[in-house]
Every structure is written in structure tokens, then in C-alpha cells.
């Protein structure tokens, strides 16, 4: 009985080590999709020899997220009142922790957002500031998957 144990142990080992080296499971850095050259830019509409566009707009015209990111529209709530949005998106997909990270900076800073803080562990939380609105970006990576929340909130002056 106890080898039998010990075996099912080793098998399992030897499994997790064989799905590690699946390229399936392996993360994928944000913009390495392929096939994208000569891509139109979604907010500037600018296309031809300019890189290819590595994020797209959702229901926020000034917060960018990678292509590689999918919505999960059964978790995500928009409410809008006139000129008034506020909500959160929630985006899946296995991408890299830190390579979403440095797309959300840099991207938020080409939308005139300003980080105001972060902290890191065991998740990773993004402030950012602009005129009249706040974001914060959740990052939760897990086993085999990334969680991207996005809470988008007016301020209070």
C-alpha cells in the first residue's frame, strides 16, 4: 500500500514537470502576438508602417489593455449617467505579471494618467490619478492564469 502511494506521488511529480514544458501553459509577454504589422492604431486611427497596436480601448477611451487580455463580461459592470462612467473590467488570460505591469504604466502615462502609488505581493495594485478621475489595476496572477481588474472611479472634489 505504501508503495503504491509513494508511486501515484511520483507520477503526479512527473506530470507537473511535463505540463511545465508545455508551451501551452507557458506565460506569453504582452504584445508577442504575431501577424499584427500594418495593424490601425484603435484610438489615433493612424495605420501603415506604425508599430503594430499591442492594446485596445474598452468602454474607457484613456485606459488601454493588451490584445491578449480577454473580457470576462459576466464580472465586468459599466454604469454610465450622463457624462458620468465609472465601473470595472475583469480581463483573463496567462500573461507575465511584470510585463503587464510595465504595459499599464507606460500606456497609462500615454493617457495622461499619473501613477500615485503600488504595492506588489501577493498580488499587485496600480494608482493612478488624472483630472477628475481615479483608476486602480488589480493584477492576481495564479497557476495557470492572469487576472486583470480595472475599477475606474470619478473623484471627489
Known sequence: MRFGKIALV?????SLL????????????????????????QKTGKGGSAP??????YDFDDIQVPNALKLDK???LIF?????????????DNLEVQSLINFFIDSMQK?????????KYPRVVLFFAK????????????T??????????????
Open 10 to 14: 511520483a507520477l503526479l511529480g512527473i
Open 18 to 41: 511535463w505540463l511545465g514544458g508545455c508551451s501551452i501553459f507557458s506565460a506569453q509577454p504582452v504584445g508577442a502576438q504575431s501577424g499584427q504589422s500594418g495593424a490601425q492604431d
Open 52 to 57: 503594430a497596436a499591442i492594446g485596445r480601448y
Open 74 to 76: 459576466k464580472r465586468s
Open 80 to 92: 454610465r449617467a450622463g457624462k458620468f462612467k465609472a465601473g470595472v473590467l475583469v480581463f483573463t
Open 111 to 119: 493617457d495622461n494618467w499619473v501613477l500615485q502609488g503600488s504595492y
Open 131 to 142: 483630472k477628475g478621475k481615479t483608476a486602480v489595476i488589480n493584477i492576481m496572477e495564479d
Open 144 to 157: 495557470f492564469s492572469t487576472e486583470v481588474t480595472i475599477w475606474v472611479a470619478p473623484t471627489v472634489d
